[in-house]
């Protein structure tokens, strides 16, 4: 596996379960294949789970980590070709990123969404030049529009607390104080359309997620009766992904609280599981009640970010 972005990249999604399963009783058992290798993995943002997540997968597989921090302590990085470097960013990611690439053997990469620009944010144009110019396999730690590593460990916390064949699955919008990027529900979408659940997405008017994340899946409008019967609500906030109005890209159109996930939401599901990917807004997100009740997955879910990214590193290795 050279690119690990999307669900297919995978291949038989059965299959990569099947290993993150195998991995989760050992995960210590392939230790071998990362003898002498080193990962590379490069933060544009935040992160507290991806950071520690990854690295202990690539502990797990005998790697070397190089953790770098672009906005802390690196040159400041231009982004742009013809730009005439004459402001405060000394160094070109055309030249950063195969200085990069020679200094490790698989690369891990975290770039957020700007919302500058729709059109930049979703052709992936940052992730695409590490993939174009770093020479090395690239994984994404969350790009602009997806967040491949979260959705995996989410569809492995799925799997293990089902109680049904076919669970019922909720993507519900709720409200958050800051845009945040679509990066997340939109991988949930995918990885939820390609797995075997009945997945439905609720969210206010106006914060349609785009066409190629939706696919089959159901929308309702009505988060109560989206919530029905639901074995799995997983609750994430969302800026505007401008689909209908490309101009509202990014915006928040609505802190409506009545989305927050409460006790009488939780009610009328079928003893539901609450997920969410973390960090979470206590009291705008979900209550603090919910979040700490036993139907919670907060915590397993974060932690099998570990298995999610060992099975990852472990493909990226035997493919070298
Ligand atoms: N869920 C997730 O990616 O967490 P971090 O932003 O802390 O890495």
Same mark, same amino acid.
């Given at each position: 596996?050279?690119?690990?972005?999307?669900?297919?990249?995978?291949?038989?999604?059965?299959?990569?379960?099947?290993?993150?399963?195998?991995?989760?009783?050992?995960?210590?058992?392939?230790?071998?294949?990362?003898?002498?290798?080193?990962?590379?993995?490069?933060?544009?943002?935040?992160?507290?789970?991806?950071?520690?997540?990854?690295?202990?997968?690539?502990?797990?597989?005998?790697?070397?980590?190089?953790?770098?921090?672009?906005?802390?302590?690196?040159?400041?990085?231009?982004?742009?070709?013809?730009?005439?470097?004459?402001?405060?960013?000394?160094?070109?990611?055309?030249?950063?990123?195969?200085?990069?690439?020679?200094?490790?053997?698989?690369?891990?990469?975290?770039?957020?969404?700007?919302?500058?620009?729709?059109?930049?944010?979703?052709?992936?144009?940052?992730?695409?030049?590490?993939?174009?110019?770093?020479?090395?396999?690239?994984? !994404?730690?969350?790009? %602009?529009? +997806?967040?491949?590593? &979260?959705?995996? /460990?989410?569809?492995?916390?799925?799997?293990? #607390?089902? *109680?049904?064949?076919?669970?019922?699955?909720?993507?519900?919008?709720?409200?958050?104080?800051?845009?945040?990027?679509?990066?997340?529900?939109?991988?949930?979408?995918?990885?939820?359309?390609?797995?075997?659940?009945?997945?439905?997405?609720?969210?206010?008017?106006?914060?349609?997620?785009?066409?190629? !994340?939706?696919?089959? %899946?159901? +929308?309702?409008?009505? &988060?109560?009766? /989206?919530?029905?019967?639901?074995?799995?609500? #997983?609750? *994430?906030?969302?800026?505007?992904?401008?689909?209908?109005?490309?101009?509202?890209?990014?915006?928040?159109?609505?802190?409506?609280?009545?989305?927050?996930?409460?006790?009488?939401?939780?009610?009328?599901?079928?003893?539901?599981?609450?997920?969410?990917?973390?960090?979470?807004?206590?009291?705008?997100?979900?209550?603090?009640?919910?979040?700490?009740?036993?139907?919670?997955?907060?915590?397993?879910?974060?932690?099998?970010?570990?298995?999610?990214?060992?099975?990852?590193?472990?493909?990226?290795?035997?493919?070298?």
């Amino acid at each position: 596996m050279r690119v690990f972005q999307n669900v297919s990249d995978l291949g038989d999604l059965n299959l990569a379960l099947k290993e993150a399963f195998e991995i989760k009783k050992d995960r210590f058992q392939f230790q071998h294949l990362g003898k002498n290798k080193t990962a590379l993995l490069i933060f544009f943002n935040n992160s507290l789970r991806t950071r520690l997540s990854t690295q202990k997968a690539a502990m797990n597989l005998g790697m070397n980590v190089i953790v770098l921090d672009v906005n802390q302590g690196a040159w400041k990085l231009e982004t742009e070709r013809g730009v005439i470097m004459d402001s405060d960013k000394s160094e070109h990611l055309l030249e950063a990123i195969p200085v990069m690439g020679s200094y490790c053997d698989i690369i891990g990469v975290r770039s957020f969404a700007t919302f500058e620009s729709r059109k930049d944010d979703y052709e992936e144009k940052i992730l695409n030049q590490f993939i174009k110019y770093s020479g090395k396999p690239v994984f !994404f730690m969350e790009s %602009a529009t +997806v967040h491949p590593l &979260q959705s995996f /460990a989410d569809l492995i916390t799925i799997e293990e #607390y089902k *109680k049904t064949a076919r669970p019922k699955v909720v993507l519900s919008w709720a409200p958050h104080p800051k845009a945040l990027p679509q990066a997340v529900p939109n991988s949930f979408a995918q990885w939820m359309n390609a797995a075997d659940v009945d997945f439905v997405i609720t969210h206010p008017e106006g914060y349609e997620l785009d066409p190629m !994340f939706v696919g089959d %899946a159901k +929308v309702e409008y009505d &988060q109560m009766k /989206a919530f029905e019967g639901a074995d799995f609500i #997983y609750a *994430k906030n969302w800026s505007c992904p401008g689909v209908t109005r490309p101009e509202d890209y990014g915006k928040v159109l609505s802190k409506d609280m009545s989305w927050t996930v409460d006790e009488a939401h939780m009610a009328v599901t079928n003893n539901a599981y609450f997920m969410h990917c973390l960090p979470v807004r206590r009291n705008m997100i979900v209550t603090d009640d919910v979040i700490e009740s036993p139907q919670s997955l907060v915590i397993p879910e974060a932690a099998n970010r570990e298995i999610s990214a060992t099975v990852v590193l472990k493909r990226m290795l035997e493919s070298l």
